[in-house]
């Protein structure tokens, strides 16, 4: 499981949100790109384009919570004033996390909901079925 920051937006030029930020990308996905939806229509044109920043990888959701209140803290400068980047949307933190029941409670501690308020990010959980994922 992952934690990744995204940011997205029509007209965004990842190039230059790189080179002012300095920021590393794991992923830099351009407006216009053809790629595989998960639907059955099949191919998709992106819509928009987004820088993907991985924060945490192969870690459980505490882990994940914690390299996101370190790595928000560390780059806290950077990215306060990413809402404001020309072409930027929206700005995702996003927790890939695994459920093992019909019922899982995710809980945010209140360090990480502050610095992501301060920020303008939002957050996404995206769950998967442990059983699934190998787990």
């Not at 939806?37 to 994940?64: M, N, Y």
């Not at 996390?97 to 920020?119: K, S």
Request: hydrophobic share 45%; with cysteine; aromatic share 8%.
């Amino acid at each position: 499981m992952s934690c990744e920051l995204k940011i997205r937006g029509i007209e965004l030029d990842p190039d230059h949100l790189l080179r002012e930020t300095g920021l590393h990308p794991r992923a830099i996905i351009r407006r216009g790109t053809e790629w595989a939806k998960v639907t059955p229509h099949g191919w998709g044109i992106q819509k928009d384009s987004a820088v993907i920043v991985r924060i945490a990888e192969g870690l459980d959701f505490e882990d994940q919570k914690a390299a996101a209140i370190e790595f928000l803290a560390e780059h806290k400068r950077i990215l306060a004033g990413l809402t404001e980047f020309p072409g930027v949307e929206s700005i995702e933190i996003n927790f890939d996390v695994e459920y093992y029941t019909h019922l899982q409670i995710f809980i945010l501690p209140p360090q990480l909901m502050r610095i992501v308020g301060e920020l303008s990010f939002t957050v996404h959980l995206n769950t998967f079925p442990a059983d699934e994922i190998g787990l």
